[in-house]
C-alpha cells in the first residue's frame, strides 16, 4: 500500500458499479452452477458477455451484453498488501445485473436521457446520443438517468421489462 497523498474534502455521491437506488433491480438468470469469471478475470462497473459455453462471462463480445457487472462483494483482493481491486479473478462466481439503477462512469460527459453503450474490447462505458454508437461499442439498451462530466460518477439506468 502506498502512502497516503491526498486528502478528499467532500465524498463521493456514488462508487462505480455500486447500487444508485432503492429501485427494483433484476439479475441475468444463470445456469445451474452460475456464471464463472473468464481466464483473464472480469472487470466491476463493466458490461459484460456469456461465452459459447454458456457459464464463462468476459468483458469482452459482440452484440448486446449479457448484464452490467455490478459491485456486490464481488471483487477479491488477491495481491500481498494490495488495498483494493475492481476485477473478479478468473474462475469466480459472478452476478450480472440487466436491469436497475448503478453507479458507473463514462468515458464522455453524460447527459440524463442518452443512451449507454458498451465497448466490445472492454466493455467500458460510453455514453451519447440515442442511435449514434460511438466506434466499437453496442447498444446496451440502458439510459443515463443522472449525467456527469467525463470521468466522474453518473447513474445508469437498466430495462425493466
Known amino acids: 500500500m502506498s502512502f497516503q497523498t491526498s486528502v478528499n474534502y467532500t465524498w463521493p455521491q456514488g462508487y462505480p458499479g455500486a447500487i444508485a437506488s432503492a ?3 433484476r439479475s441475468v438468470i444463470s445456469p445451474e452452477a452460475g456464471f ?3 481466464p483473464s478475470g472480469l472487470t466491476i462497473a463493466a458490461f459484460a458477455w456469456v461465452n459459447q459455453d454458456g457459464i464463462t462471462v468476459s468483458n469482452t463480445g459482440s ?3 449479457a448484464g452490467f457487472v455490478h459491485r456486490d ?10 488495498s483494493s481491486t ?9 452476478t450480472l445485473s440487466e436491469g436497475g439503477d448503478y453507479w458507473a ?11 449507454v453503450y458498451a465497448s466490445t474490447t472492454d466493455g467500458s462505458i460510453q455514453t451519447g446520443p440515442t442511435g449514434s454508437a460511438p466506434q466499437g461499442t453496442v447498444d446496451t439498451g440502458w439510459t443515463v438517468s443522472q449525467g456527469g462530466d467525463a470521468g466522474r460518477p453518473i447513474i445508469i439506468t437498466g430495462p425493466l421489462s
Open 23 to 25: 429501485n427494483p433491480r
Open 105 to 115: 462512469v463514462s468515458g464522455q460527459a453524460a447527459t440524463r436521457g442518452n443512451s
Open 73 to 82: 462483494q464481488q471483487g477479491l483482493t488477491t495481491q500481498y498488501l494490495q
Open 36 to 38: 464463472r469469471a473468464g
Open 63 to 65: 452484440g448486446k451484453p
Open 86 to 94: 475492481m476485477l473478479i479473478p478468473g474462475g469466480f462466481g459472478v
